[in-house]
């Protein structure tokens, strides 16, 4: 590792490993003696790119049957296991609780192996993230001071990307930063640690002993691309024609944009096939039957410079280009998408498409072609080139952009988003997408939001030490039993308000002490977009209130509070002069009821006359993001970009009644499938959405549930999401 440069606390991952699977890529290495088989640590950062099949990450195993593994399933939880056959018998078989299907950005993956352990549940620990992992309730541990038949032992072949002899389990996936420390349980602190400047948990060089055949693989030597570092001389063999493109600069502490299988268009329900690292498009259509996809990493600043190169085209197709992160993925009957501007491709035809209308624009290309693609957020313009020629410069308007490409017929296209070495250079000034080159935030997640559970008689001092700010809101709701949500202002603090009820503000009550509770905090100021107050209004006359933040992109919310009355919400995706009700499960409605613009927040004269409570929580970059999706009724729900990953998400159907407004959080379950869900505007206790609701990744959200309240067919929502972190420092979730 080296230090990042421009600062002196936190390091930078140098390069990973792609395994392709399609050529079935792994590292070998057979072992001439027996380490530690009692105590163990496998420590590794991965970016996956292929889910729902089995993909191995550490194994073990013998000619004659019998393996010891550490393995992702094909229902994408991560399972610790060994079938050994000279026990006849599954010696330890513990599968998370978890679901790992994170395509954007890298998980540290930090397993502990130590059957010395007095207590069984201690005998094997996963930790991902610095997190630890739950076990599913059939878990089956080793037997005290049981020793590994497979894993640290002699004349056994030891693979990263292969779970057995019968060849099973290859990856497609990004390795990097992977430690092997034999007869040591080391803690993820040796190996991982957060980064004081950003916040987010990254690789740490380990310094301790590896012990016998243990390894650190680096990945430094494009030449020797299983050389161990550690010392030690553990070199690994590779095999599927790993070569020096294997070797990659996307790594934990500089992820690469790629694209996002989870963000697949279905026009006329073909989706296409991604391969070697998600940086290889094959397009499944035929005839007019296009497929697309978007990249993994919105962005709405800087100048940024990207490749394709043709491996196979059609008369018209592949195009390349981008599309806006907030549009819909899913329009049938389009080039690249929505109708919209900000949906820009160059074709292969040598035609431009803009808000889906073709027109003339440069030379055609085809198969050995390379596209260039120059995207200047700073100018707000586009310009694509042929094996390094401009072929000229398109306008856009401003937005949140992201890489795409649409195919039909076979088309085929590898992407390169600076991972590799370009083949033509940039344009002066313009950098690939990747973290390195994102937009800081102006404020860290930390600053802005807090999320945590407790129960009722420790709820409101645990949020109070995770927010230690001078102007807030909070938000309580007990999990457990029917209770009302209890909103509470750091400058009201004897009262609050309850978002499922028409009353005005009430005196506070203390949460029930035995209950299990969440609760959220809001940090105020113009800096955090986050603006509230109290303000008088009279019926009759429209009243303006200031709320400083500069943007008309954001959601405002009034609430009479000297007398009863609804919660009106304006949504930056509503139609002009629509509102919501925060304590109704209704429909949008005409009004208008309240509104924005970007000076102040107007409640309408039609309002009654009395005392306000107004808030007003504006977008904001890799902190708050708003917008909407259309359902379409299947569990490949649609994609939300949400600018990091989500801490927490309000989701609300607008276009007919009867849904409520959906609250789910990082920390209920606490990992994916995120599925308990409470309702803002009922008392309800909390309930499970689906057992397939949603995924919170490291770019946004991953909608899976069928249902009315997140994903009717043609169902129209919008949502509010609030970052653990911006993509430019998240980890996989």
Not at 134 to 151: D, G, M
Not at 558 to 576: F, R, S, Y
Not at 632 to 644: E, K, L, R, S, T
Request: with cysteine.
């Amino acid at each position: 590792m080296k230090k990042l440069a421009g600062t002196s606390a936190c390091y930078n991952a140098r390069n990973s490993l792609l395994l392709d699977s399609s050529l079935s890529q792994y590292l070998s290495r057979t072992l001439s003696v027996s380490g530690d088989r009692r105590k163990w640590t496998w420590s590794g950062w991965i970016k996956r790119a292929k889910l729902s099949a089995v993909q191995d990450i550490f194994s073990a195993w013998g000619d004659a049957g019998g393996n010891g593994n550490i393995y992702f399933l094909a229902n994408d939880n991560l399972a610790v296991y060994e079938y050994s056959v000279e026990a006849g018998a599954t010696t330890y078989n513990c599968e998370t609780a978890a679901v790992f299907r994170d395509v954007a950005a890298h998980y540290h993956i930090h397993i502990i192996f130590d059957s010395t352990q007095a207590t069984a549940s201690e005998r094997i620990r996963v930790y991902i993230n610095n997190v630890r992992q739950l076990f599913s309730t059939a878990a089956v541990y080793p037997t005290l001071n049981f020793e590994c038949y497979n894993i640290n032992s002699s004349a056994k072949t030891h693979t990263m990307g292969q779970v057995s002899s019968a060849t099973m389990g290859r990856p497609d996936h990004y390795l990097s930063e992977v430690n092997f420390i034999g007869g040591l349980a080391v803690e993820p602190s040796a190996t991982g640690y957060y980064c004081p400047l950003t916040g987010q948990w990254i690789p740490k060089k380990y310094k301790g002993s590896f012990g016998t055949n243990g390894c650190y693989l680096e990945f430094l030597d494009a030449a020797q691309l299983g050389k161990d570092t550690s010392g030690n001389g553990n070199h690994w063999t590779t095999y599927g024609g790993i070569v020096a493109a294997n070797q990659t600069a996307d790594t934990p502490t500089n992820n690469h944009c790629v694209l996002n299988p989870l963000d697949a268009d279905n026009y006329d329900v073909v989706t296409p096939a991604w391969a070697t690292g998600n940086l290889r498009f094959t397009a499944s259509g035929t005839g007019a039957t296009a497929s697309h996809s978007r990249g993994s990493m919105p962005t709405s600043a800087g100048r940024l410079y990207w490749e394709a190169t043709i491996v196979t085209a059609g008369p018209t197709h592949p195009i390349i280009g981008l599309m806006a992160a907030s549009g819909e993925n899913n329009t049938s009957g389009s080039y690249f998408g929505p109708s919209l501007p900000t949906s820009i491709g160059y074709r292969a035809d040598g035609t431009k498409t803009v808000a889906n209308v073709a027109s003339p624009y440069g030379a055609a290309f085809t198969s050995g072609a390379v596209i260039g693609v120059a995207l200047d957020l700073i100018s707000l313009m586009i310009e694509f080139q042929k094996n390094g020629v401009s072929q000229g410069t398109i306008a856009l308007p401003a937005g949140t952009y992201v890489p795409a490409v649409s195919g039909y017929d076979g088309s085929i296209v590898d992407l390169n988003f600076g991972q590799r070495p370009f083949t033509y250079p940039p344009p002066a000034g313009f950098k690939s997408p990747c973290a390195a080159n994102l937009l800081r935030p102006a404020q860290r997640a930390q600053n802005v939001f807090a999320a945590i559970t407790a129960p009722g008689s420790s709820i409101e001092t645990t949020l109070a030490a995770a927010r230690p700010w001078a102007s807030y809101i909070e938000i309580f709701k007990d999990r457990s039993n029917t209770q009302s949500w209890k909103w509470r202002f750091s400058d009201d603090l004897p009262n609050m308000l309850s978002s499922d009820s028409q009353a005005g503000k009430t005196a506070f009550t203390a949460p029930t002490a035995a209950d299990n509770y969440v609760g959220y905090a809001l940090r105020v100021g113009a800096a955090y977009g986050v603006f509230t107050t109290e303000v008088a209004h009279v019926n009759g006359t429209p009243t303006n209130v200031a709320h400083g933040l500069g943007t008309n992109r954001l959601m405002a919310i009034g609430k009479i509070v000297n007398t009863t009355g609804d919660w009106p919400v304006w949504h930056p995706e509503l139609a002009a002069n629509q509102y919501l009700l925060l304590n109704s499960t209704a429909a949008a409605a005409d009004g208008p009821k309240i509104t924005v613009d970007t000076t102040n927040v107007i409640l309408a004269a039609s309002l009654p006359s009395g005392t306000y409570r107004v808030i007003a929580i504006a977008e904001t970059s890799g902190c708050i993001k708003m917008g909407k999706h259309t359902g379409i009724g299947a569990a490949d729900g649609p994609f939300v970009y949400a600018g990091g990953c989500p801490s927490a998400e309000l989701i609300k159907r607008t276009d007919i009644a009867g849904n409520s407004w959906l609250v789910l959080d990082e920390r209920r379950p606490g990992y994916n499938v995120t599925n308990s869900t409470l309702e803002m505007d009922t008392a309800n206790a909390e309930t499970l959405l689906s057992a397939n609701a949603l995924d919170l990744v490291s770019n946004g959200s991953k909608i899976r549930d069928t249902g009315a309240g997140v994903n009717a067919s043609g169902g129209t929502y919008i949502y509010v999401a609030i970052a653990a972190a911006p993509l430019k420092y998240a980890n996989a979730k």
